[in-house]
Each structure stands twice: as structure tokens, then as C-alpha cells.
């Protein structure tokens, strides 16, 4: 976003009154009145000549005499009924404005009333912010130039700062992560089972049924997350990941084997949304053919992650929601978005239906 400080070109003269000469009475013509000026005094403004008497207020009509005037727009004026009638007010004083003014959203104000009442301040260092800002989605505007300078929470987007984040910490794996977002981690195993036993029910009740007993989960760090994945996926955005095999005898399956990672530490509603989109990776595995589309995939994936971020009425939910609609990865971002349009007209049941094969693919997703 972007507003400008701009000035106004409005600035105060002294009238010049001179004086007619032998020299150059022949060659004086009053602007106003087209008549030579032959003796007397004359003003002199911008290369034109009046009698003092037709040098007069655009707003009044009278003489401005010998005294100082206000030129606005070609035009000139007494300077109180410029300033009183004339110049643009203040939105917040109401007091004209000469020189430097801030216009924002269609008012414009001094520069000082518009620091002191209306600027938006940093959330981060608490000055005014006069040019381009970034918002986060809690709300919290930041002066563009802190951006690279200042760390930012990896869960959030805010800047960390003992004032406004309750401080942060750093990962010895490299995430950076704020004291807001720190209060609802999940590291403990049993509380991690526990939600993702949750999360599987939840997403039975939409008909991702998903049968098998034995899925193991385990709460990794960011480098153990990237040496299981082959992906060139943005290493910040990944948070989980679904390890399977199959195991064939004879050409028939045997044994199926899925293994679930995700990322330790990550504040609870992050690691619902990461358990429903792998919990779906399985449900795809056991039901959906095996050379799937990976936008279909991952897109199914992630709408399984919306399906049980949307019941949930913390801000944390919508602000994950939000990152899923502004993704713009055309497997993860794309991807949801085509399945949740697909969710639109064939419904949860529709789209499940597609995904195993059992309906096709209508066109236009
Ligand atoms: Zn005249
Ligand atoms: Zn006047
Ligand atoms: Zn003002
Ligand atoms: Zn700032
Ligand atoms: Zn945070
Ligand atoms: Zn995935």
C-alpha cells in the first residue's frame, strides 16, 4: 500500500508596487482593464502590469493593494479570503493548509494532524507510517523497510518483539517462532496421538472413512522432514509428510505400511490442519488409484485440511484458511482451489467418488 505526502503549490507574495518612469510609460498596458498606464504607481506580477486599483481578489473582486496576496491556480487573492474561502482544510483542524499535506483515502490533512490522529502506526516500532506498509492478517501494519531486518515468526508472519509478540524463539532446526504461537505447540507424542485420533474421526463424519488401524506418527524436526522428501516444495510450507509401502508377494498386496511425520513443535491448529491432509494422503493410498494427478492429490489433500479448519472458530483457523485460498503453488494452491469448486457442484460425496475413480472427472476442473 502506498500513500504519498504531496504540496500544495499555493504560496504567499509580497505586492510590488513601482513606480511609472519617463522610461517606461509608453509601453504600459494594465492587464485588467487594457488601458496604458501613464502615470502613478502599477503592480507587477508574473510579467503582467495592473493599476493597483484593477490588481484585484478573484474572490471579492476588490483591489488587493499594496499587500501581500495569495496565487492559486492563476488566480490571486486577498490572503484572508484565500486562506478563509480558498485553501483546502485540514480534515482534522479544519484549518487551511499551505505548503506539505498528506491525502488519504480522500481527505487531506496537515502533515503533523494527520502523524498525531490519523497515520497508522507500525506495529512493530510504534512510528507513524508515512509510505508503503505491509498487513498481516491479525491486523498489525509494518513499515515495509523492516522487511529482511527484522525476524519474523514463522507461524504467524508477525515480527517478533518482546513488546508485541512476547518474544520468540529460534529452533535449532532454523524455525523462528513468536511467543503467541509458541502457547499452543504440540511436542509431546501422546498429545499429538490424542488430536490426531480427533482429526481421523472428523474427517470419517465427510466420509473419509479411513481403515486401517496401524499408522504410525511421529513428531520430527525440519531437517528430518526434508531428507524424507523428494519434493522441491517450499522447505517453510511443508509441515508433514506421509510415508507408505506396500508390501507385495506374488504380484498381490500384502501388507500396507504407512508412516506419518509432522513437524514438532508447530502450534495446534497448524498441526490439525497437517494431520487431516496426511490422514487424506492414506485415505488416497487405501481408496484412490495409485497414478493420481498430484494437483488432485494434493489438492484433496489440503481441502481435507479445510474441512476441519472451517468447524473451528479460532482466528488461528481462518488464518490458515486464508493461506490455503492464497497459496499459489499450482499442486497445493491450484490444486484446492479446483477441488473446492469441484466440492461446490458434486458435493463431499461427488468429489470422494471422483477421487476413487468411481465417478469420472467432470470437465472444466
Ligand atoms: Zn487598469
Ligand atoms: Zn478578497
Ligand atoms: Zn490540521
Ligand atoms: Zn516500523
Ligand atoms: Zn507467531
Ligand atoms: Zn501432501
Redesign the pocket.
Known amino acids: 500500500m502506498i500513500f504519498s505526502f504531496k504540496l500544495i503549490i499555493t504560496l504567499s507574495f509580497f505586492v510590488i508596487i513601482s513606480s511609472v518612469t519617463e522610461v517606461n510609460a509608453q509601453s504600459l498596458t494594465c492587464y485588467q482593464c487594457g488601458y496604458s498606464i501613464t502615470s502613478g504607481s502599477y503592480v507587477s506580477v508574473d510579467g503582467k502590469v495592473f493599476h493597483p486599483e484593477h490588481f484585484t481578489c478573484a474572490y471579492c473582486g476588490r483591489s488587493i493593494g499594496n499587500t501581500q496576496y495569495y496565487k492559486d491556480n492563476g488566480n490571486y487573492y486577498h490572503p484572508d479570503h484565500y486562506k478563509q474561502f480558498i485553501a483546502p482544510k ?1 480534515a ?4 487551511p ?1 499551505e505548503g506539505q499535506y498528506v491525502e488519504y483515502e480522500g481527505k487531506i ?2 502533515k503533523n ?1 494527520y502523524e498525531e490522529q490519523i497515520a497508522l502506526l507500525c506495529s512493530f516500532c510504534g512510528l507513524p507510517i508515512n509510505g508503503t506498509y505491509s498487513k498481516t492478517f491479525w491486523g498489525e501494519s509494518y513499515h515495509d523497510y523492516h522487511e529482511g531486518r527484522v525476524v519474523k515468526c514463522d507461524y504467524c508472519q508477525r515480527y517478533i518483539s518482546d513488546e508485541k509478540t512476547a518474544g520468540g524463539i529460534r529452533y535449532d532446526d532454523g524455525r523462528n517462532i513468536c511467543g503467541i504461537c509458541l502457547t499452543s505447540v504440540i511436542n509431546d507424542d501422546n498429545v499429538a496421538r490424542h488430536l490426531f485420533e480427533e482429526v481421523k474421526k472428523e474427517l470419517r463424519r465427510y466420509g473419509i472413512d479411513i481403515r486401517w488401524d496401524e499408522i504410525g506418527l511421529y513428531l520430527v524436526d525440519r531437517n528430518y522432514l526434508s531428507s524424507l522428501t523428494d519434493e522441491n516444495r517450499v522447505i517453510e510450507k511443508q509441515t508433514g509428510f506421509t510415508y507408505h509401502r506396500f508390501e507385495t508377494f506374488r504380484g498381490t498386496v500384502r501388507n500396507k505400511k504407512f508412516d506419518i511425520y509432522i513437524l514438532k513443535g508447530i502450534p495446534e491448529m497448524e498441526f490439525i490442519s497437517t494431520a487431516a491432509h496426511e490422514l487424506m494422503h492414506v485415505w488416497m493410498y487405501l481408496n484412490a488409484p495409485y497414478d493420481m494427478d498430484k494437483a488432485i492429490s494434493e489438492g484433496s489433500a489440503n481441502y481435507a485440511s479445510y474441512l476441519v479448519l472451517k468447524n473451528r472458530s479460532l482466528y488461528r483457523a481462518k488464518y490458515l484458511i486464508d493461506n490455503l485460498e492464497k497459496d499459489q503453488d499450482y499442486f497445493y494452491g491450484d490444486g484446492y482451489r479446483r477441488i473446492k469448486r469441484l466440492v461446490r457442484a458434486k458435493r463431499v460425496n461427488g468429489w470422494l467418488n471422483i477421487v476413487t475413480g468411481k465417478e469420472r472427472m467432470p470437465t472444466g476442473y
Do not use: A, L, T
Open positions: 485540514c482534522v483542524c479544519g484549518q493548509i490533512y496537515h494532524h
